[in-house]
């Protein structure tokens, strides 16, 4: 749970920004009124029309609501003429919200929003360097230049390494895009190089955009929170920071292998991947390991829960940062 100061400072961060989109719409207002001085004319004119109807509904009035929505809706239709007319979007003159669920309050519905959630897991977890990683590492910026196209990683389809990462790409867009309607888990599989952070950053870039709860932890990191939590149990930090894990809209877990393994990690990692399925919650997970390490290096309950719960998508190949690397030398 945040503390007082902490929460403080997220409700402070919202106020700041109805404060600057506020201003942004009073300066498009401006800017509107200044290219079209008719359509101030016309904002003055509901607005006396609103007040008139109102009190007209305080007298009793009962056809003034139907005059009031006829009249109003001219002017409006109007309004909407003279902006295109101006080159202007019919919302131009709206409110702008950074969230739209909860118009930058925190609160929709009488409950916390996706988007205070998340900016109270970033609080929780520290993840403030991942906004720097994926700025650089999305959709937007992925290729599959440095991929081989001579190297065929399916004999049987004849289909190389590129054109393989390509459909992997695009599988990828097609999940975050539909995340909020279909979720699911994702296992990514590789030798170190072959694009497996890469691809989580770019979905978790995705949904954090969409106001997602996603959790993004290294598995040592990860184990480190179940261990705290499980040996100070009386932590309310602890405790929130175990809640997130086990409640988030995504986990997504980097490296799964690279722990010190124990009976003691094999048991929370069991607890931890199947209550998020039985709670239909999505993960993924990236690991070097193959699929026979999986079975070698956990608990046969915990291999069987990820292949039967998990799209297995292997990566092939060398480390692409290293041809990368030998590109732009040649360059």
Known sequence: MLNNSQYDALMRDYQRR?????????????????????????????????????????????????????????L????????????????HMEPAYTCRECRDTGYADGKKCRCLRQAE??????????????????????????????????????????????????ECRAYAESFRQKGGNILFSGKPGTGKTFLTNCIARELLNDAEAVIYLTAPDLFQILSDRRFDRGAADREERYQGILNCDLLIIDDLGTEIGSGLVNSDLFYCLNGRVLRGLATIISTNLSMNGIRDHYSERISSRIFSSYRIIPLFGEDIRIRKKMKERRA
Do not use: W
Not at 36 to 45: K, N, S, V
Not at 76 to 91: Q, R
Not at 132 to 153: K, P, Q, S
């Open 18 to 74: 109805q404060t600057e989109n506020r201003h942004r719409q009073e300066a498009r207002i401006r800017e509107v009124y200044e290219k079209i001085p008719e359509i101030e004319r016309l904002d003055g004119e509901l607005g006396r029309i609103s007040l008139d109807h109102a009190r007209r509904l305080l007298d009793g009035e009962a056809e003034a609501l139907t005059e009031l929505k006829a009249r109003i809706g001219e």
């Open 76 to 91: 409006k239709k109007k309004k909407e003429g003279l902006l295109a007319a101006g080159g202007f979007a019919p919302d």
């Open 121 to 170: 897991i970033g609080v929780l977890y520290g993840q403030s360097n991942l906004e720097h990683v994926l700025a650089r590492e999305n959709f937007d910026t992925a290729t599959c230049e440095y991929y081989d196209r001579e190297l065929i990683v399916n004999e049987k389809s004849g289909v190389s390494q590129y054109d393989y990462m390509k459909a992997v790409l695009k």
